[in-house]
């Protein structure tokens, strides 16, 4: 083999940390996408555009002269109206309809925004810069920013409240009632209409969260929504819907093929290696089942 | 039964009529006629996928712009050192005779026609084993990578694009050039629509229906769905690698995700035709394109910057209020007019049930 990676081990325990410090922003994305696909049914190709429009909130705030650190607490609210907002505009027209009539609805919705986006922000690449230094390992031959540490750790700290928020709260109750039944539900006295909203809310939320804390660490444009709504809808299609420690494995996991792919294969072939994995994660998936297929005996 | 076939006689040879004066009576539109032909050949080979067999899929964008590069490369190939070509950005170095031109697009052509519906054969048992949504992520996932795939290529040109060869540089004639792509895009038309009405009054037909409405109710009574799943794509394929093959030619330069596995705009505006029309319809997709081409083409350089915005609207608005299409509509509205008889009492009380 001839690739630098692995004649320097050092290269490799630095894209393992790499590849585990992004995949757990990627698992908050895809538990925003486990939380609505699994509510309401809807498979929401406009995810990665939530999560860039969160991200320019907290550019917008590093220009106004705010550091950007404070739009993982800014961004989440104006990004629950955002979605509550989307949700009454056209989601509620799609939630019980067929999936493939939500993933066109939503890819339109996903058009308008990039483009709306570029038109206010601008075609360029940005970052907001945090500023916060990087930290030196074993003996500065792994080099790692402070950013990405505390972008995961506001992750998990994100993830952990929700999911406590989910268990103890009314609300949380609620959803985790229409998503078992919302027939049910509803007889039982459950506003389901009302919950979509508030879990489409949340759902943008986690995306502007997400978002803010890839304007920090990655770089933010108008046009590279598309792989993160892919990279979430991997995590949950490995995971299942609410499983949460098997959507931050499965997030590490993508977050360390990526790194490696960039490495191995080089940074042109990153995305279209990530949409690769997507097609052999679905096939492997449908050889899979197919052996569990039940005939009439 | 007589009457019937001698309006649809006079219909076609109307149309073809007018197909074929098109270009002299519009000269100056010519490319946006040649446009409109492969628009109305992807929406058709959309609409036997996602229409008939109710596979939806984003993914016939792989096989269009397949057949894009392989026209090109074919016809560069044949005559001279592909990866030369492609560094020197073409022309400047080589030029392809008269001969050597039409020669080499037609072998392309046709390699570009066989090679999409093999590929789709080769992966069409592994992706058409999904189902749904499943589908047509994967589908969308598969136009997406080739694109990123294709940009990191060197000997197609990479990320900087690859220069079709220009038309020969004896007939400079830009009105040749306009006439020759168009007949050869209208004859794509009159091919895809012959074979599209051809599959309409046969069996391969129902066969698809039956998939699309219950596949495993096709299955349990005997139909091997996968090879008439396989057979529909690969069919799709092949007239999206000519329509590929055809718009390579006619643009003159092809970049990987902006031209050729163009997703955003091609990808979408196949899917967004067939239902605007209507899906699992002969003439929906026909009738679709040519309205979103004449609603683009009137808009788009009104509304200028904001057309994308616009494109995203109306994906929204077709797909949350008109799901069904025109087609879809004016059955609903005229139901005698599609033979459908419809009993008055069973209607009522359908109403009832309501």
């Known amino acids: ?297 | 039964m007589n009457k019937v076939k001698q309006k649809d006689l006079i219909l076609y040879s109307g149309l073809i009529i007018l197909g074929l004066a098109a270009p002299y009576l519009f000269s100056a539109f010519k490319v946006q006629l040649t446009y409109l032909c492969v628009l109305i050949v992807l929406a058709m080979t959309w609409n036997l996928q996602g229409g008939e067999m109710g596979y939806n899929t984003f993914g016939n964008i792989l096989f269009y712009g397949l057949g894009m590069y392989l026209t090109a490369s074919v016809q560069v190939g044949m005559f001279f050192p592909l990866a030369e070509w492609t560094e020197s950005g073409g022309e400047k170095t080589f030029v392809h005779t008269t001969a050597q031109y039409f020669q080499g697009i037609g072998v392309g052509l046709l390699v570009s026609a066989i090679i999409p519906a093999l590929v789709a054969g080769a992966i069409g048992y592994a992706i058409l084993g999904l189902r749904g949504h499943y589908f047509a992520i994967c589908t969308l996932g598969l136009g997406i990578a080739a694109g990123e795939i294709a940009g990191g290529i060197e000997i197609i040109g990479a990320g900087q694009g690859f220069t079709t060869p220009p038309f020969p540089a004896e007939i400079v004639d830009n009105e040749a050039r306009g006439k020759f792509f168009y007949f050869l895009s209208f004859a794509l038309l009159i091919g895809t629509f012959v074979f599209v009405k051809y599959i309409y009054g046969s069996r391969f037909k129902l066969i698809l229906n039956a998939i699309r409405d219950n596949e495993d109710k096709a299955e349990a009574m005997g139909i091997q769905t996968m090879k008439y799943k396989i057979t529909g794509w690969m069919c799709s394929a092949f007239f999206c690698g000519l329509a590929g093959g055809i718009m390579g030619g006619l643009i003159g330069y092809i970049d990987s995700t902006d031209v050729a596995f163009d997703g955003r705009e091609m990808g979408v505006f196949m899917v967004l035709m067939a239902i605007l029309g209507g899906k699992g319809t002969l003439w929906g997709p026909v009738i679709g394109a040519t309205l979103f081409h004449f609603f683009k083409e009137g808009l788009w350089t009104l509304i200028l910057g904001w057309q994308y915005v616009a494109l995203g609207v109306l994906i929204v608005v077709i797909v949350i209020y008109f799901p069904e299409g025109l087609m879809g509509w004016l059955r609903e509205k005229y139901p005698e007019r599609f033979g459908e008889v419809i009993d008055e009492k069973d209607r009522k009380a359908q109403v009832e049930l309501k």
């Open chain 1, 1 to 297: 083999m001839d690739f630098l990676i692995f004649k320097a081990p050092m290269l490799m325990v630095q894209a393992s940390l790499d590849g585990i410090l992004l995949g757990i922003l990627f698992a908050l994305i895809a538990y925003g996408m486990a939380l609505q696909w699994g509510v309401m049914n809807i498979i929401n190709i406009a995810q990665g555009d939530l999560v860039i429009l969160g991200g320019y909130i907290a550019y917008t705030m590093y220009l106004a002269g705010i550091h950007p650190a404070w739009g993982v607490i800014v961004s989440p609210i104006i990004m629950y109206f955002v979605g509550w907002y989307l949700y009454k505009l056209v989601i509620n027209k799609v939630v019980d309809r067929d999936l493939f009539i939500s993933i066109l609805a939503t890819f339109g919705i996903a058009i308008v925004m990039q483009q709306l986006m570029n038109f206010i922000f601008g075609a360029d690449v940005v970052v907001a810069q945090s500023e916060y230094g990087t930290t030196m390992l074993f003996d500065n031959s792994v080099t790692l920013p402070n950013s990405k540490i505390f972008s995961a750790f506001i992750s998990v700290l994100y993830a952990v409240g929700l999911v406590i928020y989910m268990k103890k709260s009314r609300l949380g109750r609620a959803i985790r009632a229409t998503a078992q039944n919302a027939r049910a539900a509803k007889i039982l006295g459950v506003d389901t209409e009302k919950v979509y909203a508030a879990t489409f809310g949340i759902n943008a939320a986690l995306c502007g969260v997400a978002g803010a804390l890839i304007a920090i660490t990655l770089t933010l444009h108008p046009y590279v929504g598309l792989p993160y709504t892919v990279r979430s809808f991997m995590i949950v299609i490995v995971a299942g819907l609410g499983n949460l420690p098997a959507v931050a494995i499965s997030g590490m996991g993508l977050g360390l093929f990526e790194e490696f792919a960039d490495y191995i294969l080089g940074t042109e072939f990153r995305i279209g290696a990530v949409f690769m994995l997507l097609v052999f994660i679905l096939v492997y998936r449908r050889f899979k089942l197919s052996k569990k297929r039940e005939y009439l005996k």
